[in-house]
């Protein structure tokens, strides 16, 4: 935003200061001429014109008083105000370094709480908050970049066999193609998703997320089947707001994750749902690998596994648990992924009830 140039806050304070000192000063010097002009001292009432003799004695005094007011009033202003500035002046040059795409910067303010530091703290988390979000953003990008053009890699190849060798069953390398290519589409219909949740587009209703629950157990059965995982549902009805296809998709996800990544032909998925005080719960737990806290704390972020890459039909995009965190974090939720003892993982979305939401 342009703006017509100004005085400066500093100078403001320091006129603030000088003239509320120079105006003590002239009420000081007004109640101190009506004090001799109303109680005459002694000596002189017996000078002739003792009022004129008093304005004599008294304008001088003043002038000088109210001089060295002033004088003392924009020094003593300026520096006091200056003194006061000084932390804000911080805050300024720090805001100006991020402006230029430096957010590493902390102002870190010393000294006791106050206005200016809680303002200074604020900004620095704001800053903390903004480099992490900018970090992942460019680590999703990379990682979509590379994830995008690994099927377009593989697409070019098949295309070039083809094409340089007629004599290769173009029936395995058309069914190559196909799988390859559903591969991408998923992957940019998860991208398109995550940021339909991001912007927090859609319309709110009515939501159980034990029906969810039930309907994602249902549809990945088969696929539960086929790779010998059982799975046990339990809980009570547990209404909500928000979108169901979304919240559709999040319990669907975290189903899908608990299958894929579980121990092949003895693995157990336990889907649970719940209602506390001011919310409800979904939880999915599944048995596996044993997992590290610090592993478990990066499976939300985008292209992160917990475990090797493994090359299936159903291994999904890497976008699983991030677009359920999206998910529940578009629906004012909070996600918590926490390692079981035994093995696999425990992931608890908590949603506000239709009453606090």
Same mark, same amino acid.
């Given at each position: 935003?342009?703006?017509r140039? @100004?005085? +400066?806050?500093?100078?403001?304070?320091? =006129?603030?200061?000088?003239?509320f000192?120079?105006?003590?000063?002239? &009420?000081l010097?007004?109640?101190?001429?009506?004090f001799?002009?109303?109680?005459?001292h002694?000596?002189?009432?017996?000078?002739?014109?003792?009022r004129?003799?008093?304005?004599?004695e008294?304008?001088?005094?003043?002038?000088?008083?109210?001089a060295?007011l =002033?004088?003392?009033g924009l020094?003593?202003?300026?520096?006091?105000?200056?003194?006061?500035?000084a932390?804000?002046?911080?805050?300024?040059e720090?805001?100006?370094t991020?402006?230029? @795409? +430096?957010? +590493?910067?902390?102002i870190? =303010?010393p000294g006791r709480?106050?206005?200016?530091?809680?303002l200074?703290?604020?900004?620095?988390?704001?800053?903390?908050?903004l480099?992490a979000?900018v970090?992942?953003?460019?680590?999703?990008a990379?990682?979509?970049?590379?994830e995008?053009?690994?099927? &377009?890699?593989i697409?070019?190849?098949?295309?070039? &066999?083809?094409r340089?060798?007629p004599h290769?069953?173009?029936?395995?390398?058309?069914?190559?193609l196909?799988? $390859?290519?559903?591969?991408?589409?998923?992957?940019t219909?998860?991208?398109l998703?995550l940021?339909?949740?991001?912007q927090?587009?859609?319309?709110?209703?009515?939501?159980?997320?034990?029906?969810?629950?039930?309907?994602?157990t249902?549809t990945?059965?088969?696929?539960?089947?086929?790779?010998?995982?059982?799975?046990?549902?339990?809980?009570?009805?547990?209404?909500?707001?928000?979108?169901?296809?979304?919240?559709l998709q999040?319990?669907?996800?975290?189903?899908?994750?608990a299958?894929?990544?579980n121990v092949?032909?003895?693995g157990t998925v336990?889907?649970d749902?719940?209602?506390?005080a001011?919310s409800?719960v979904?939880?999915?737990?599944?048995? @596996?690998?044993?997992l590290?806290?610090? $592993?478990?704390?990066? &499976?939300?972020?985008?292209?992160q596994?917990?475990?090797?890459?493994?090359?299936?039909d159903?291994?999904g995009?890497?976008l699983? =648990?991030?677009? $359920?965190?999206?998910?529940?974090?578009?629906?004012? @939720?909070?996600?918590?992924?926490?390692p079981? +003892?035994a093995?696999?993982?425990?992931?608890? $979305?908590?949603?506000?009830?239709?009453?606090?939401?």
């Open positions: 935003m342009d703006r140039p @100004g005085l +400066s806050v500093r100078l403001k304070l320091t =006129l603030s200061y000088a003239g000192l120079v105006l003590a000063g002239l &009420l010097l007004a109640a101190g001429w009506v001799l002009n109303h109680v005459p002694v000596g002189l009432i017996m000078v002739p014109n003792y004129l003799a008093v304005v004599r008294f304008a001088p005094f003043a002038a000088v008083a109210l060295f =002033l004088v003392f020094v003593g202003g300026w520096l006091l105000a200056g003194r006061m500035l932390p804000l002046t911080r805050i300024t720090a805001t100006r991020a402006t230029h @795409g +430096s957010l +590493s910067h902390r870190r =303010l709480a106050d206005e200016f530091r809680e200074a703290d604020a900004f620095d988390v704001m800053l903390a908050r480099e979000h970090a992942e953003q460019q680590r999703f990379a990682n979509a970049s590379h995008l053009r690994t099927p &377009l890699a697409s070019k190849t098949l295309l070039d &066999l083809a340089t060798d290769h069953d173009s029936a395995q390398i058309i069914g190559r196909h799988a $390859v290519n559903t591969r991408a589409i998923d992957l219909e998860a991208l998703l940021s339909r949740a991001n927090r587009s859609f319309t709110r209703e009515p939501v159980d997320l034990s029906l969810l629950a039930e309907e994602a249902e990945l059965l088969p696929l539960a089947e086929k790779r010998g995982i059982r799975i046990e549902t339990s809980g009570d009805v547990s209404p909500t707001v928000g979108s169901q296809a979304l919240l999040l319990t669907m996800n975290l189903v899908h994750n299958i894929v990544h092949p032909e003895q336990w889907v749902t719940g209602v506390r001011r409800v979904l939880t999915v737990e599944n048995t @596996g690998e044993k590290a806290p610090q $592993v478990a704390a990066t &499976l939300t972020e985008p292209f596994r917990g475990t090797e890459r493994v090359h299936t159903h291994v995009v890497g699983g =648990l991030a677009i $359920v965190r999206t998910i529940t974090e578009a629906h004012d @939720g909070t996600l918590t992924l926490t079981r +003892s093995g696999g993982l425990r992931i608890t $979305v908590e949603l506000p009830a239709p009453s606090a939401a």
